[in-house]
């Protein structure tokens, strides 16, 4: 929807005046209420109510400022236009406005998340509840993609009674002749994993906040393909050889050699996800824009889980190694877990640890906005397994997943016991109601 201009519903015809050599210097701030921001390069304009016979005109710098610096004292109707309001199919609000000596600056804003949101979804939303309005554009040519399929996916927990869950919904919409789409009724202030599907081209799985204003708009790109160059390293800048590097679903991956490069070639074009996780290193996740046809070069900074892997050595240097010495007693025990030799690793060739859970009775490896959790089907509900490391427990949280525990390779053994299985004593914590994961590393 184009956005017509209100001084040329007055008078499309109608030519603007020169501004008055003498008159009151002016100035003013558009206002972006949806991102909270001063809004950049809005084209202000004011008019004589029923009339252009004098017409001003100014556009806003970077920090949203405009000056008009000479308008005649007198009543005006004060509006502004910018792409980014044009392209929602919304008219700016337009504002009666006096100006005189005393009364020489006034503000300008977009429609609230509120009234944005009405729009595009049709109906009013609670104010829990927000929307994401997505633009799909061809990475080669920036021209707009008609029937691209944009997926919305986010966690909630509900409880059902005595019980506590986590549910994963998803909605779905079709992009519009302009290339639109409006993903309506998501929960606000909340982070939700997008991507977008047209043919065999995809998007990465990005990750999108709808801020509790509950309104959003992104752009997602696809089509083509690009080379993808980058050096992975620490925080001290030293590289980090055998580095995982991923773009997209996984789909296209790479392990940085010994100068800590990566090249990934024929990668997915567009709006994509870059991920380069080590053992002993927090996961960089970020999203990243690649060029149809162009290379890319990222540098690519991995900070360090040192406080976290010196305690493991410490602990697990020689104290547990008779533990696994017991591994082959517990294997050929009573116990119901799951038993993985290194020739089982050597024969499976597994890119990550939850590859190994894959057929496990009960457990659940789901993908949260690029982060895989792994969780036990136990008594009451899903749960999340410790993870212990050559003995010692690992504390995993949001930046230190089990796949950063350690890289297949350099594994020489795994133990998994289902939530309910018998439990050796070393490896309980907690309620024990979980069961564990168990790794031995190659020392």
Known sequence: ?????????????????????????????????????????????????????????????????????????????????????????LVPPVRAIEIDARRNAFTLSTPSAKSVTKAICGRAVGDSLGAIYVRALDASTGVPLVGAVVVASWSEIVIRGRRIAQEDPQTQALTTEDGWASLCGLPADAEIALQMMRGTDSTGQVVVRVPASG???????????????????????????????RLGNAMHFMRTDTTGHFSIGEAPAGTQRLEARAIGYVIERRTVELAANTPADFDVLLPSRKSVLDTIK??????????????????????????????????????????????????????????????????????????????????LDETFELDMAAVPEQLRAVEIYPAGAFLPPQFMWGSNECGAIVLWSKK
């Open 1 to 89: 929807m184009r956005l017509i201009p209100l001084f040329l519903l007055l008078a499309i015809a109608a030519p603007a005046l020169a501004q008055q050599p003498d008159g009151i210097a002016v100035s003013g701030v558009v206002w972006d209420s949806i991102s909270r921001h001063p809004l950049a390069h809005a084209a202000v304009q004011l008019a004589a109510p029923g009339s252009v016979d004098v017409l001003y005109s100014a556009e806003s710098d970077e920090a949203g400022r405009f000056e008009l610096p000479a308008v005649k004292p007198g009543k005006y109707l004060a509006t502004f236009y910018h792409y980014a309001v044009d392209t929602l199919g």
């Open 215 to 245: 309104f959003v708009r992104r752009d997602l790109r696809i089509g083509g393909v690009a080379r993808v160059t980058g050096f992975v390293h620490d925080e001290r800048g030293l590289v980090v050889p055998n580095a995982d590097v």
């Open 314 to 395: 410490v602990v697990a240097q020689r104290i547990y190694d008779r533990d696994f010495s017991g591994f082959e007693e517990r294997r050929r025990g009573t116990t119901n877990g799951k038993f993985v030799t290194a020739s089982d690793i050597d024969r499976l060739r597994p890119n990550y640890i939850t590859d190994l859970l894959r057929g496990v009775s009960g457990a659940r490896i789901e993908s949260h906005g690029g982060s895989k959790m792994v969780s036990f089907r136990g008594v009451w509900g899903r749960c999340s397994p410790p993870v212990w490391l050559d003995g010692t427990r690992v504390p």
